[in-house]
């Protein structure tokens, strides 16, 4: 039997202009007998750079790899663009890029062969002349096209990070989902990436979700600020609220930390 018109249209979920990009809603993860996360819930609106915060151990890559479907929640879900990470991975997957842990390439391949090989995984890059362009792209966002043609052996820790962006970038997903991509990264590194996101926040008009220990980074880039603390989300708010009297992002954790 055929469906009507607005049969079809109930079953496709339609993102709101003004649904938050991100929706995390009740997120548990246990394993064992240790709880990792516990009912975390928090919202990243659209072109919003939220970063995430914690101290060592609180569960931030843990939720990331809920967030992307690498682990299942025990109970509570993940909505990415309306669609769930939990019942509908790959559709919520088209809408995110990530790096979780540092991003693997083939060093003895150039950047770009890497990134070539990689778009054969995206749906949206159907054939050949498709896809090297998307690549051309890419590696320009990232200011990497000068040495694209060179091995990844002999890239710097940074240039790897934002290979790392490229590839995530590569199916144009509305969010970025980095995990700790400054870590390692020396002044200029940490320079050039935060440049970089900047610019596919205003210039591109990503949303981005940024896990890092690098404070005073967080307080030139964020929107949004979560922290989280021994599986549980203990702030979630505007940067302004976070540091409100504190004068920095790093006293108002402290603060948070030690109470
Ligand atoms: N598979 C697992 N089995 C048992 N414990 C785990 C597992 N994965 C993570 N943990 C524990 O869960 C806690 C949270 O780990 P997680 O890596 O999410 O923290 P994090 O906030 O990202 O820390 P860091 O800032 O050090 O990267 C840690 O105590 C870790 O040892």
Redesign the pocket.
Known sequence: MQATQTERENRIVIPQAEQPLVEIGNVTKR?RR?T?LQNVSFTVERGEICGLL??????????IRVMTGLIRPDSGDVLIGGRSVVRDRQAAAAQFGAIVESPIFFPYMTGRDNLDNLALLHPNLPDRAARRQRVREVLEIVRMDQRADERVKTYSLGMKQRLGIAQALLGDPQLLILD?PANGLDPMGIRELRELILRLKHDLGKTVLI?S?LLDELQKICDRIVV?REGERVFAGSREEMIGDHGSLEEAFVERMTT
Not at 54 to 63: E, Q, R, S, V
Request: aromatic share 0%; hydrophobic share 30%; charged share 20%.
């Open positions: 394993v240790r990792l914690g101290p060592n151990g609180a569960g931030k890559t843990t939720l700790e896990s220990h989280i």
